[in-house]
């Protein structure tokens, strides 16, 4: 769905944001996008949606080529972005002019998803608080049935009943011909939902797998010493003891923690790298 070969962006010419970034992603997941601030993120999302267009490569979505933002594309992806207009729309009227540019759009998923966040669809857009807003342009997002839709932030401003409905709805929405990229550092918030993840640092992908993958290479797991762990790529202390993630060794997969996971990866990019890449001996 998503085929991003040998990319190059940068805001300025002597700052190159990416540099031959690579990226394939494939419908029928949930895919977390996670990253420091100013990893490039967001400025990746604006670039699959034809927001930004790439100085050199190739960015394809849908066989299309984002930066050429043809109509055929656009009904077919949704970006709801971290930082939400104030339209001078009532919920109704936003729903009657965008809805029909979006040929699968689901109107009872909508009203469903207006009547689960409790919204009023007589309220103008712009009197909304900005968890509100969330609401609804996740909402309407969800409701598109778009091939790819882009939540970036989306738990930003919710509180914490409105974050289980979004959970709930998201899985609902979730179908095996959609792409649905979540870019978050809430992953607490997501991590019951995501099955792939990609991990962007300093302008390039640095992890992109799923989390059965994940689980089968490497072992989440609460130590009383770090020492005592064999290759163990990142470690902290914890009530508990160690929170601690290193090789599995056991062939038992454990739940993954996409925190740990984020540190570790930051930590030890090149060894964790390796150990994806089938470069070190599981014997070692």
């Not at 990609?198 to 020492?227: C, P, Y």
């Not at 997969?253 to 930051?266: H, K, R, T």
């Given at each position: 769905?998503?085929?991003?070969?040998?990319?190059?962006?940068?805001?300025?010419?002597?700052?190159?944001?990416?540099?031959?970034?690579?990226?394939?992603?494939?419908?029928?997941?949930?895919?977390?996008?996670?990253?420091?601030?100013?990893?490039?993120?967001?400025?990746?999302?604006?670039?699959?949606?034809?927001?930004?267009?790439?100085?050199?490569?190739?960015?394809?979505?849908?066989?299309?080529?984002?930066?050429?933002?043809?109509?055929?594309?656009?009904?077919?992806?949704?970006?709801?972005?971290?930082?939400?207009?104030?339209?001078?729309?009532?919920?109704?009227?936003?729903?009657?002019?965008?809805?029909?540019?979006?040929?699968?759009?689901?109107?009872?998923?909508?009203?469903?998803?207006?009547?689960?966040?409790?919204?009023?669809?007589?309220?103008?857009?712009?009197?909304?608080?900005?968890?509100?807003?969330?609401?609804?342009?996740?909402?309407?997002?969800?409701?598109?049935?778009?091939?790819?839709?882009?939540?970036?932030?989306?738990?930003?401003?919710?509180?914490?009943?409105?974050?289980?409905?979004?959970?709930?709805?998201?899985?609902?929405?979730?179908?095996?011909?959609?792409?649905?990229?979540?870019?978050?550092?809430?992953?607490?918030d997501v991590e019951n939902l995501i099955d792939t993840i990609v991990l962007v640092d300093e302008g390039e992908i640095i992890l992109n797998q799923s989390l059965h993958h994940i689980a089968d290479k490497l072992q989440f797991t609460l130590a009383d010493n770090?020492?005592?762990?064999?290759?163990?790529?990142?470690?902290?202390?914890?009530?508990?003891?160690?929170?601690?993630?290193?090789?599995?060794?056991?062939?038992?997969?454990?739940?993954?923690?996409?925190?740990?996971?984020?540190?570790?990866?930051?930590?030890?990019?090149?060894?964790?790298?390796?150990?994806?890449?089938?470069?070190?001996?599981?014997?070692?």
């Amino acid at each position: 769905m998503i085929d991003i070969q040998q990319l190059e962006f940068g805001y300025t010419k002597q700052n190159k944001l990416f540099n031959h970034l690579n990226l394939n992603l494939t419908e029928g997941h949930i895919c977390g996008l996670l990253g420091k601030n100013g990893a490039g993120k967001t400025t990746l999302l604006k670039l699959i949606s034809g927001l930004q267009f790439p100085q050199s490569g190739e960015l394809k979505v849908l066989n299309y080529h984002s930066k050429k933002r043809e109509p055929a594309l656009l009904q077919q992806l949704y970006f709801v972005p971290e930082q939400l207009q104030s339209l001078a729309y009532t919920i109704d009227r936003y729903h009657f002019l965008y809805a029909p540019f979006y040929p699968n759009f689901d109107e009872d998923n909508f009203k469903q998803n207006i009547s689960s966040f409790k919204l009023d669809s007589h309220q103008t857009i712009r009197d909304l608080s900005h968890g509100q807003k969330k609401k609804f342009f996740i909402s309407f997002g969800l409701a598109t049935m778009t091939p790819l839709l882009i939540l970036d932030e989306p738990t930003n401003g919710l509180d914490i009943p409105s974050k289980a409905i979004f959970r709930t709805l998201l899985a609902k929405a979730a179908t095996d011909k959609r792409l649905i990229i979540v870019s978050t550092h809430q992953v607490h918030d997501v991590e019951n939902l995501i099955d792939t993840i990609v991990l962007v640092d300093e302008g390039e992908i640095i992890l992109n797998q799923s989390l059965h993958h994940i689980a089968d290479k490497l072992q989440f797991t609460l130590a009383d010493n770090r020492e005592d762990i064999l290759d163990c790529y990142y470690s902290e202390k914890t009530l508990n003891g160690y929170a601690v993630v290193c090789k599995n060794r056991s062939n038992v997969e454990s739940a993954v923690n996409l925190e740990l996971l984020f540190n570790a990866v930051i930590a030890n990019k090149q060894s964790i790298q390796r150990l994806f890449c089938g470069e070190e001996n599981s014997d070692e």
